[in-house]
């Protein structure tokens, strides 16, 4: 095995013990035989939808809510092991950047995800709209809220355990992860369908997600993500309290849902001083925050 996949396996295994330790269920005395298992290719689209959840089956293309004239959609990777008759369900956001990505599930995150549903989570990949000419802030946070108001609302067809929602997000899918998990029930409104339902999650996993835009901005550092967040702020860059607003170092208090943060000390675009200013605050709230750094 070459070094850089001996790195990239150790930090598999030291995420995934991570996620595990924080969601509650130690893998220590869990075979890692098949911890490089692909995502099942099998699937089938909302239409098909027959009232019974398969062991292990994928669920693709499902529409959470209709705006600016198109569908936005998820997809639910079913437990592949059922311990409950409800499943504790982690959210997934991809980010590049606000502009780019797609739900699906990046290759180098399908062994942390199978582990999971071995362990009898239920992972749902979504959509949300990403920021153009046309959608700037707080446009996608109010989506990805919305993915948490309608989870709420098919708990039941779902088999969907409510008391135990995480959402784990990666870069800008997790500064939208933390925003919509820190702040209050009716900030950033979106669906007038979906939103008297609550979106409370009980946990946060953030790959690197810059947490103080306002801070960012006003950095003097280069090869930082400024030019992504005045593109995704639009017109409200220039504005300081919407910046803070946009910030979800800014929301965080004691009783926030637990957090999982993961930072590389040579992060160059998004600097771990962020993080580490997040943690620090998270501290001194005494709310319940860690911090890995690699």
Known sequence: ??????????????????????????????????????????????????????????????????????????????????SKSLSPTLVFLQGEGWTNGSKEIPSNLEPVISQLREKGYTIISTEYRLASEKTKYPEPVADVKDVLRWIYKNSSKYEIDTHNIGILGISTGAHLAMLAAYSNKEDFKGSEALYNYSSSVSYVVSFFGPADLYTASNSSEEHTIKSEIQYFMGSLFEDEASLKEASPINYIKASSPKTLIVHSLEDKVIPIAYSKDLYRKAQDLKANFELITL
């Open 1 to 82: 095995m070459k070094g850089g996949e001996r790195i990239r396996s150790k930090l598999f295994i030291i995420i995934f013990i991570s996620i595990s330790l924080l969601l509650g269920g130690c893998a220590r005395n869990k075979s890692y035989d098949g911890f490089y298992q692909a995502l099942e290719p099998s699937a089938r689209t909302e239409n098909s939808f027959d009232s019974s959840l398969s062991r292990g089956e994928v669920l693709t293309d499902i529409t959470y809510k209709f705006v600016d004239g198109r569908n936005l959609t998820l997809d639910i990777y079913t437990p592949i092991n059922e």
